[in-house]
Nanobody, 120 residues
C-alpha cells in the first residue's frame, strides 16, 4: 500500500510565499515522475509543475519564475516552493507520483490535497 501525504498549505497574503511538501510512503520499489496539480473552484485540475526521477522539471506558464519544484529521492519527497503568490493561485493543490511497487508494476498515485488561499 502506498500513500502520498501533503503538507504546507494555508492562508497567505498576495506576494507571500509557501512551501508544499509531499512524502510518499509504503511498499515502494522506485518513484518516477512526481508533480503538483491544482484545482480551483469550478475549474478543471491542472498541472502546476512536475519533475522526473533525474530532476528534469516542467512548469505551467502561469507559475514560471515564481514556483520551484524539487525532490529528495532519499526521502521520497517532492517540494513546491511558491513565491510571489497571487489570488489566482488559490486552489486545492494535489501531489501526484508514478510509483513502482515491484520491478514489473507501476501505478499513478494522488495525495489528498492541501488548500492554498491567497488573500488580503
Amino acid at each position: 500500500q502506498v500513500q502520498l501525504v501533503e503538507s504546507g498549505g494555508g492562508l497567505v497574503q498576495p506576494g507571500g510565499s509557501l512551501r508544499l511538501s509531499c512524502a510518499a510512503s509504503g511498499s515502494i520499489f522506485s518513484i518516477g515522475v512526481m508533480g503538483w496539480y491544482r484545482q480551483a473552484p469550478g475549474k478543471q485540475r491542472e498541472l502546476v509543475a512536475d519533475i522526473s526521477g533525474s530532476s528534469i522539471t516542467n512548469y505551467a506558464d502561469s507559475v514560471k519564475g515564481r514556483f520551484t519544484i524539487s525532490r529528495d529521492n532519499a526521502k521520497n519527497t517532492v517540494y513546491l516552493q511558491m513565491n510571489n503568490l497571487k489570488p489566482e493561485d488559490t486552489a486545492v493543490y494535489y501531489c501526484r507520483a508514478i510509483i513502482r511497487t515491484t520491478r514489473w508494476s507501476s501505478d499513478n498515485y494522488w495525495g489528498q490535497g492541501t488548500q492554498v488561499t491567497v488573500s488580503s
